[in-house]
């Protein structure tokens, strides 16, 4: 009784001290991929400061020199000589093609140039000036750049308000499919939902039911590890343009993210009420119907609503490669250097998703 008294503290000891040594080397590894990846990345915080100059320019825009101001005069100074060649041009080139005739190219523009110079030369100079004004401020504020302030004209909003509403309507059915498909399809990925529909604890039964989580779960993981973007490019080379392809890539995406949200929400579900329900001789349905989808019903509406939320702003991107909604237009306002407009569609997509996540917070508060 002794000896055994005498070697337990030893053992203990050693037992303490294992532990203590595998944390350490665990904090060691941890840190040593910390630092790893902090050099690999690059990140100095003093960047930012030394830059900061230039998120001022590029959110605000710069002052324009004196030079750069008088080359946008002479600019718009030519710029209604420009529009009205434009349109004599496209008159002749109609009169050509009712008559039948074949013009040259080269002759008709040097005859809309001469029609476009008498007519400039006629032109009111309150109505020259007022386009010339208007083309210069264009230049200017292309010139300057920055984001600030938004453009607000009421045309403007109004096309990006029409915009806006697409990319919500994606997101709504992008997020409905992916939570049609993803909640039957949790319950052969959860385990304890496999054991209800393939019970027994025979060789075949517990192999089918390793063998379906298996292939479910890695299935989900596929789906989910593609970025939203990737699969909008696939579907928009499959099926064209539009808010579909976008639809289709934001369902698949959330569907691969709910369906392993889903089925580790139902694999941490308290078994006694199952067992209860089972008892009554409750078949499959049954059970999942009154035991499983009551204790699981206010995590799938909160994953779900969490998902639409961030949908709305997966659907803005998705715009980018052609799959509709608002980011199709901030797209198109980015390549011209338009970043007023963007100024402005990005608000209204913030705006958007403030009251969106204002009227989820609600519906949560119902079931949960």
């Given at each position: 009784m002794d000896v055994v008294e005498a070697k337990a503290p030893s053992r203990v000891g050693f037992s303490i001290s294992f532990q203590q040594v595998k944390k350490a080397l665990m904090l060691t590894g941890i840190l040593l991929v910390l630092g790893v990846t902090y050099v690999r990345t690059g990140i100095d915080p003093m960047k930012l400061w030394e830059k900061r100059h230039h998120a001022w320019t590029y959110l605000f825009g710069r002052e324009l020199t004196p030079d750069e101001l008088e080359t946008a005069r002479r600019q718009a100074e030519r710029m209604p000589q420009i529009i009205l060649t434009q349109e004599i041009l496209q008159e002749l080139k109609e009169k050509a093609r009712a008559s039948g005739r074949t013009a040259d190219p080269s002759a008709l523009s040097l005859e809309a140039k001469a029609l476009a110079e008498k007519r400039v030369a006629a032109m009111p100079e309150e109505e020259r000036r007022a386009l010339v004004d208007k083309e210069f401020q264009r230049l200017v504020t292309e010139k300057r750049g920055g984001f600030f302030p938004p453009q607000t004209s009421a045309s403007s909003v109004k096309a990006y308000a029409v915009s806006l509403f697409e990319t919500v309507a994606i997101a709504i059915w992008g997020s409905l499919l992916a939570v049609l498909w993803a909640l039957p399809v949790s319950f052969l990925a959860a385990r304890n939902t496999l054991e209800i529909f393939f019970p027994g604890e025979g060789w075949l039964y517990r192999t089918v039911r390793r063998t379906c989580q298996f292939t479910i779960r890695r299935f989900l993981d596929f789906c989910r590890g593609f970025n939203e973007f990737v699969m909008a490019l696939v579907f928009v080379a499959v099926i064209g343009l539009?808010?579909?392809?976008?639809?289709?890539?934001?369902?698949?995406?959330?569907?691969?993210?709910?369906?392993?949200?889903?089925?580790?929400?139902?694999?941490?579900?308290?078994?006694?009420?199952?067992?209860?329900?089972?008892?009554?001789?409750?078949?499959?349905?049954?059970?999942?119907?009154?035991?499983?989808?009551?204790?699981?019903?206010?995590?799938?509406?909160?994953?779900?609503?969490?998902?639409?939320?961030?949908?709305?702003?997966?659907?803005?991107?998705?715009?980018?490669?052609?799959?509709?909604?608002?980011?199709?237009?901030?797209?198109?306002?980015?390549?011209?250097?338009?970043?007023?407009?963007?100024?402005?569609?990005?608000?209204?997509?913030?705006?958007?998703?403030?009251?969106?996540?204002?009227?989820?917070?609600?519906?949560?508060?119902?079931?949960i």
């Open positions: 539009g808010p579909f392809a976008g639809i289709m890539a934001l369902a698949i995406h959330t569907f691969g993210i709910l369906g392993k949200v889903f089925s580790e929400a139902i694999e941490a579900i308290e078994p006694g009420q199952v067992e209860a329900v089972s008892a009554t001789g409750a078949g499959p349905l049954q059970v999942l119907s009154f035991a499983v989808m009551p204790q699981v019903m206010p995590l799938v509406v909160s994953y779900s609503l969490l998902r639409f939320e961030s949908n709305v702003r997966s659907a803005t991107i998705l715009g980018f490669c052609g799959a509709g909604g608002i980011g199709f237009l901030m797209f198109d306002k980015l390549s011209s250097y338009q970043y007023r407009d963007v100024a402005t569609m990005m608000a209204m997509v913030i705006l958007a998703v403030t009251i969106i996540d204002t009227l989820c917070a609600k519906l949560r508060r119902r079931f």
